[in-house]
């Protein structure tokens, strides 16, 4: 009986390049990924197939197919799977760059009405000419798009330490009417220290009413785990916090406190030392410091400015819980600016559109810039190290 000789994945691909040359290029390029990615996988298991390890973490679970526009062409691999979750090839970055731009681009040719060859000539002077893309692959990724933006947003979440909220507005048709939508957005820090987009939703306003069904939306995806929530001081998140998380302490953002002070201050002269003490009283080591520099710069503003000692006894100590925190932990989620920087790159990629004409087509332009934030971040650097 003939042994048979198992042939190395790789042969595939020098045989691709030296039969077809150039041509063989994308075979050559899916051979070496998918082999790639099956070396990755057992890496992260800890283990080789059919290998018994007691370092094991997980047991491979075949395979999933999943086409992804490269520099070559459109590609089908086999993408590795993992019977828990968890893992993906880094190879593939949860989808290459091409296929984020043709998704976004997409998604501003819904609200726009930019015709699918405006797109193709767009597309292919930002990543140039030699990116094959066909009207086709254009109408399949908008045919697609808000499926697959969808799935994103009621993905399940999991144990999620802290998140950070926060809303901004934007016009939309509604009724025969222009009105301002709010746009809800939720970062959550999860348990290994990564930032995630856990949540977004387009609402009639910031109402209690609407911040209650967003929070409630989180906790049925699984939200859980939560011990601070970081956001600024909107009337109607505070009264849904309260009934969805009443438990999980809350951080105002100092950074808006700061800002906030400025109102009550009498004189412009005074402005400047007024917020070097605040600074002072958010910068203390511990809150037994910060409760003694409060209660010093009441004593004085009661006499220079009463009206700010009144609001700054009442309204300051909210932008204490972060001591409570490790101090690691701390400066990350003293205020909302994260989310703020977020959301001005929103305004700088909705201002085009000036107004939505409903507001799925603006809730699906905002997915898709803040999928594609999610995407760098779950592949980016830990933000909080939780174990410390």
């Not at 819904?110 to 030699?130: A, D, F, H, N």
Request: proline share 4%; net charge positive; hydrophobic share 45%.
């Amino acid at each position: 009986m003939a042994m048979r000789v198992e042939r190395h994945p790789l042969e595939g691909a020098f045989e691709a390049l030296l039969e077809h040359g150039l041509d063989g290029a994308g075979e050559a390029l899916r051979i070496l990924v998918n082999e790639a990615s099956k070396i990755e996988r057992a890496q992260y298991l800890h283990a080789n197939p059919h290998e018994r390890t007691a370092e094991r973490v997980d047991y491979a679970n075949g395979y999933k197919q999943k086409t992804v526009l490269t520099r070559v062409g459109e590609l089908t691999f086999e993408v590795p799977q993992v019977r828990n979750g968890g893992f993906y090839p880094s190879a593939l970055e949860k989808g290459s760059r091409t296929e984020q731009a043709v998704n976004l681009a997409c998604a501003e040719m819904y609200v726009q009405g930019v015709s699918t060859r405006k797109v193709i000539t767009v597309l292919q002077s930002l990543l140039g000419p030699e990116v094959a893309i066909s009207s086709t692959q254009v109408s399949k990724a908008a045919a697609n798009l808000d499926a697959g933006l969808t799935a994103w947003r009621e993905r399940p979440l999991d144990e999620t330490p802290y998140i950070i909220l926060d809303a901004r507005y934007e016009r939309v048709r509604e009724a025969g009417k222009i009105i301002d939508c709010a746009v809800l957005v939720a970062i959550g820090i999860t348990a290994d220290g990564r930032r995630r987009i856990i949540g977004v939703s387009v609402a009639l306003s910031e109402a209690e009413v609407h911040w209650r069904a967003f929070l409630d939306s989180l906790i049925r995806r699984g939200l859980k785990g939560v011990r601070l929530i970081v956001s600024d001081d909107h009337a109607g998140l505070k009264a849904a916090r309260r009934a969805t998380l009443p438990s999980v302490p809350w951080q105002r953002c100092q950074f808006h406190l700061q800002q906030n002070a400025h109102a009550y201050v009498p004189r412009l002269d005074q402005r400047k030392s007024v917020a070097q003490r605040i600074r002072a009283i958010f910068n203390a080591p511990d809150k037994i410091e910060a409760e003694r520099l409060l209660k010093q710069a009441l004593e004085i503003w009661a006499k220079e400015a009463p009206k700010l000692a009144e609001w700054a006894e009442e309204n300051l100590p909210m932008g204490f819980a972060v001591f409570d925190l490790p101090i690691g932990h701390r400066t990350r989620l003293r205020t909302t600016n994260g989310l703020e920087r977020i959301n001005r790159e929103l305004k700088r990629r909705t201002r085009v559109v000036s107004i939505f004409p409903n507001a799925a087509s603006c809730l699906r332009l905002v997915s898709a810039l803040l999928a594609e934030v999610d995407e760098d971040w779950m592949t980016g650097k830990i933000y909080i190290n939780l174990a410390a």
